[in-house]
């Protein structure tokens, strides 16, 4: 929201504090003041011109030769290549040392053989945003009004000598979104009485009921909802007063009706919306719901798809404009307007919202709308804007407002009491003070005996309970001036959970890995949501979701880190290894379930080099024992190595059916491990992934067991014993065998040797395993050792069909 000062001082005097000073205290205060700027601030030596002459340069097709009065004895020649450049006309000029918008320094020059003693400048070239120009001067100068002094610095008639505030207006004030809302908190800060003058609206004979028919079909869609007609109206542009007041807060200026509407908007909080009668095709407007699919062209020139969704405003047959958010092209006001519909609604704030969001249509008057208006000035605010539209069209206001429903507005009545107030603010405040701030914000109040009913206006509607009052109250005395207190009792030292304590050491050993933490949208799509995952959920939907790519509620924690590594690849990143400790959403098909259950989850990713070539050693790409490896690891650290298994799988259709495995802690399923798809991967345009994720509850929920043995004090003996076997056999399914078989003295069981080639069978593997034998009470002999393995050949070829070699 920005505020004009000099604006705001007519409305109430402030004339005895600065901008800054204000907007400090405003600040103090609740309102939060973002920045002050001042539209002058930089710019030298820009005063007012009078072109006396002009004449076309005799070496250019588009430039000028202006003799222009700046009030100085001799006329300067300046040249001039603006379109729209004439003699007898004021103009903005830039005399020679002068400092325009950017701290640019205009020089004396010399253009295609002529002198230029300073410039011309258009509105742009003095500090204004091209968004805000009047059409008419868009694309060439700006005219000056004709009161305008010769030699006279241009700032007081453009109403640049001002201070533009602007103003962090959270949802909860929506009211301090019009001048008039603002001049009411800045009088309560200041203790004074805001001044609203008034225009004269005189109306005709003719009644405008008589040329206009309004009905609304769902008083919850329009709860307020009136129609004025104003006739004979010229359309021209808007007196340099009320353009330079637009402009100056961010609005382009039209010509002097749609500015006379943005006007009113800014001043009262009301938006409002100008039909031009004679296009409307009709005597009738109707306002409803849009019907399926029915079509709308919109003044920026699109064609919106409707649905039962939006409100909209119809001549009784077809749309004319979407309720609160945008006016039709066929209605809109033209230059060959000669009658006006004036529009001043309230509609349904949801429905407002979800139009504007849906079309990416977010203006002014859709801003208030869904915040919520004052209701108790809709009716003053359409007249007032008849009454200004009159004046500055000549145009004659037909009698009465056509009315197809009305909110009749209402004071809120909230109770508290002296005790209450100091007893939440911990002050001494006495009924004199608590009376002199409800007189400061216009509130009415009852007071006995320190309990208060206090009467608050439906321009406050934020205000409901008791609460709000005591903020009001905290505001206006100034929350620097409230006591400070430190609190009492006795203080606990913290302490971390064993789940948090677990979960950082996870974090840690990862780390230490190599691996770097990401953190990944919780939000995803419906698409990747459902990857990598097993587990059968429903989705959870956002009901506002801001794109399309965050609707849901994921299911997994690798889409996230694939979303990541493709970041990473896109930017020349060859090495990336991700991990990330995340929730997951899911859902159950129990009815009586409105939440999702959130489970923590731990994955990692791995995605390209493992290590980068250099003088000493190999490139290395990452691989699945590398991966696996990492999670041995993590096992081993957590005392859980002897709990896990592993099983090939191929369930997961986005993981590579031969390098995936599905990972167990006591014969629980808790996630997998392996290689993503290189479809999956090719669509991430990453190169080989490998990723794991787990269910990090699950891990949190085991408790490891402890086995302390001493250092055997009798010598270790190895066997190696080297075997083909059919490569479908796993190697976690050999040691297994080899284990049970071994008998109590196997410490260790170590794969050294995998082979596949000459001298073996297709389809067999030749695997190598070293067994470490080790007696904690006596030194093993030969003939136990020999024992052990004979037992081991025997399970190995019985069992798994495996020849010893």
Not at 433 to 456: C, K, M, P, R
């Amino acid at each position: 929201m920005l505020v004009s000062y000099k604006w705001l001082n007519e409305l109430v005097d402030v004339s005895h504090v600065t901008p800054q000073t204000l907007a400090d205290k405003m600040s103090l205060t609740g309102i939060e003041v973002e920045e002050i700027s001042y539209p002058y601030e930089g710019l030298k030596k820009i005063v007012v011109g009078y072109v006396k002459s002009c004449k076309s340069h005799p070496d250019s097709d588009h430039l000028s030769i202006c003799q222009v009065d700046v009030g100085q004895e001799d006329l300067l020649q300046i040249i001039c290549g603006a379109p729209n450049i004439k003699a007898g006309i004021k103009v903005i000029v830039a005399l020679p040392s002068a400092r325009i918008a950017g701290n640019e320094k205009i020089k004396k020059g010399k253009i295609r053989g002529e002198i230029s003693y300073g410039m011309i400048c258009s509105l742009q070239e003095i500090g204004y945003s091209e968004s805000v120009i009047p059409k008419e001067y868009a694309d060439g100068i700006y005219y000056l009004p004709e009161e305008a002094v010769v030699g006279d610095e241009v700032f007081p008639y453009l109403a640049m000598d001002d201070a533009i505030i602007e103003l962090e207006i959270t949802p909860n004030r929506a009211d301090a979104l019009s001048m008039r809302g603002v001049a009411f908190e800045t009088a309560a800060i200041y203790s004074e009485k805001p001044v609203f003058k008034k225009q004269e609206l005189t109306e005709t004979t003719a009644k405008a009921e008589d040329q206009i028919k309004v009905k609304v079909t769902d008083e919850k869609d329009a709860p307020s909802y009136q129609i004025r007609l104003i006739e004979n109206v010229k359309i021209k542009p808007s007196p340099h007063w009320l353009q330079n007041r637009l402009m100056n807060i961010g609005i382009r200026p039209i010509n002097n009706v749609v500015d006379v509407t943005n006007y009113i908007l800014m001043y009262y909080g009301q938006p409002l919306h100008a039909f031009d009668y004679d296009r409307l095709d009709s005597q009738e407007i109707v306002v409803r719901r849009a019907q399926e699919d029915e079509k709308l062209i919109t003044l920026d020139g699109e064609t919106r798809s409707l649905s039962e969704q939006n409100i909209v405003i119809t001549n009784g047959k077809q749309p004319v404009a979407l309720a609160g958010v945008m006016g039709g092209l066929d209605s809109e006001i033209t230059e060959t307007t000669t009658t006006v519909a004036l529009e001043s609604a309230m509609f349904d704030a949801a429905a407002v919202r979800h139009t504007s969001q849906e079309f990416n249509l977010h203006s002014e008057s859709s801003a208030r709308f869904e915040k919520g208006i004052n209701v108790a000035t809709i009716d003053e605010a359409c007249e007032q804007a008849c009454a200004l539209i009159a004046e500055l069209s000549d145009g004659k206001v037909l009698q009465g407002s056509v009315k197809a429903s009305q909110v009749q507005p209402q004071d809120k009545e909230v109770m508290t009491t002296l005790q209450r107030l100091n007893d939440y603010l911990g002050t001494e405040l006495t009924v004199a003070d608590v009376n002199d701030i409800f007189a400061a914000l216009g509130f009415g109040y009852q007071e006995d005996g320190g309990s208060y009913t206090v009467i608050v206006p439906p321009r406050r509607w934020d205000i409901a309970i008791e609460a709000d009052i005591v903020e009001e109250v905290a505001r206006i005395y100034g929350y620097n001036n409230l006591p400070s207190t430190l609190p009492s009792g006795e203080t606990v030292a913290g302490s971390l959970t064993n789940d948090q304590l677990k979960t950082r050491r996870i974090r840690t050993l990862l780390e230490s890995a190599g691996l770097s933490e990401a953190i990944s949208y919780a939000l995803t799509s419906e698409k990747k949501s459902l990857q990598f995952t097993n587990t059968s959920s429903k989705l959870t939907h956002l009901d506002w979701p801001m794109t399309s790519d965050r609707t849901v509620l994921r299911l997994n924690l690798i889409t996230g880190l694939l979303d990541d590594i493709s970041y990473n690849v896109a930017r020349r990143n060859e090495q990336v290894a991700l991990y990330e400790i995340g929730r997951v959403f899911y859902q159950t098909d129990d009815p009586k379930a409105n939440l999702p259950q959130e489970k923590n989850h731990v994955a990692f990713a791995l995605s390209g080099k493992w290590t980068s070539r250099d003088w000493q050693s190999k490139e290395e790409r990452v691989d699945f024992y590398q991966a696996k490896g990492i999670l041995e690891e993590l096992f081993t650290e957590l005392n859980l190595a002897d709990k896990i298994s592993y099983e090939k799988t191929t369930a997961l259709k986005e993981m590579h059916p031969g390098r995936t495995a599905e990972v167990f802690l006591n014969e629980q399923s808790i996630g997998f491990i392996g290689q993503v798809h290189p479809t999956i991967t090719k669509a991430y345009e990453t190169p080989e992934t490998y990723v794991a994720e787990l269910d990090l509850d699950v891990i949190l929920k085991t408790k490891p067991e402890f086995t302390y043995v001493a250092v055997t004090k009798y010598p270790k003996v190895t066997r190696d014993i080297a075997l083909a076997i059919d490569e479908s056999v796993a190697n976690q399914t050999i040691v297994q065998t080899i284990e049970k078989a071994a008998g109590k003295f196997l410490q260790r069981v170590t794969l050294f040797d995998v082979y596949q080639g000459e001298n073996i069978e297709i389809g067999y593997k030749s695997m190598a395993y070293r067994l470490t034998f080790v007696n904690q009470e006596a030194t093993l002999t030969d003939e136990q050792v020999n024992k052990a393995m004979e037992k081991v050949e025997k399970a190995l070829t019985q069992q798994l069909a495996a020849t010893i070699r």
